[in-house]
């Protein structure tokens, strides 16, 4: 049964702090994302990675970093995290071929107070 | 640009079939998915398309008329259960990327 997890379902923080959200996913997928999605505006990429120490920009990428130091693990993470950033979180993965059908995991709801 | 069109939220009545539309504009097309997703949940895979034509799974249904740039997801014997947010998103070229439609809502009555 293929999995996809993030370190925390919720969590809370202060305006300023660094904040890691990690996902793991234990199907061997190269490609891993990151998303954020708020009410009415749908699912919006940040970063994705293709493989290893690989990263690309998504569509708003301003304000957040990523790591990818091992195939199954992506982190993001918000360097100074502002209220704006309250949202939730979801990170995704899937193989490269066939037809990219993207797995996701639980999601984080991230508040900034 | 890129544009995907999805209706913000739709209700319909336990037993029945709704279907939900699809518009998109995008500079190229490689595949449409439909997710579910249920309230503070992650979306979960229903259906790809990739050819014109319906793609039956069940009570779900998928269409594709790509020279019309459209798509419907057809659900079939309404459950309580259907009551989620439908996602439509398009794979533009031949990388990982998806584009995301905002998702309709979709609320069942008894």
């Known amino acids: 049964d293929v999995k996809v997890t993030q370190s925390s379902r919720y969590l809370v923080k202060r305006t300023g702090e660094k904040v890691f959200l990690e996902c793991v996913q234990d199907m061997d997928h190269e490609n891993m994302f990151w998303y954020r999605q708020d009410p009415g505006l749908g699912l919006r990429l940040i970063y994705f990675s293709y493989d290893v120490k690989m990263k690309e920009k998504g569509d708003i990428p301003e304000g957040y970093s990523v790591s990818r130091e091992k195939k199954e693990r992506f982190s993001l993470i918000l360097e100074s995290a502002s209220t704006n950033q309250t949202s939730m979180y979801l990170c995704a993965s899937s193989l490269s071929g066939g037809s990219y059908e993207q797995y996701f995991g639980p999601g984080t709801r991230l508040t900034v107070t | 640009g890129q544009n995907i069109d999805q209706p913000t939220e739709m209700t319909a009545t336990e037993g029945a079939i709704v279907q939900i539309n699809c518009t998109y504009q995008?500079?190229?097309?490689?595949?449409l998915f439909w997710y579910q997703q249920h309230a503070g949940e992650a979306p979960t895979f229903l259906s790809y398309?990739?050819l014109d034509g319906l793609e039956e799974k069940g009570r779900f249904s998928s269409f594709l008329s790509r020279s019309k740039g459209y798509s419907y997801l057809l659900l079939k014997e309404l459950q309580m259960k259907d009551s989620a947010s439908y996602l439509c998103?398009?794979?533009?070229?031949?990388?990982?990327?998806?584009?995301w439609g905002a998702g309709t809502k979709l609320i069942i009555k008894p």
């Open positions: 995008t500079s190229g097309f490689n595949g």
């Open positions: 998103a398009v794979r533009v070229g031949s990388n990982y990327q998806l584009i």
């Open positions: 398309n990739v």
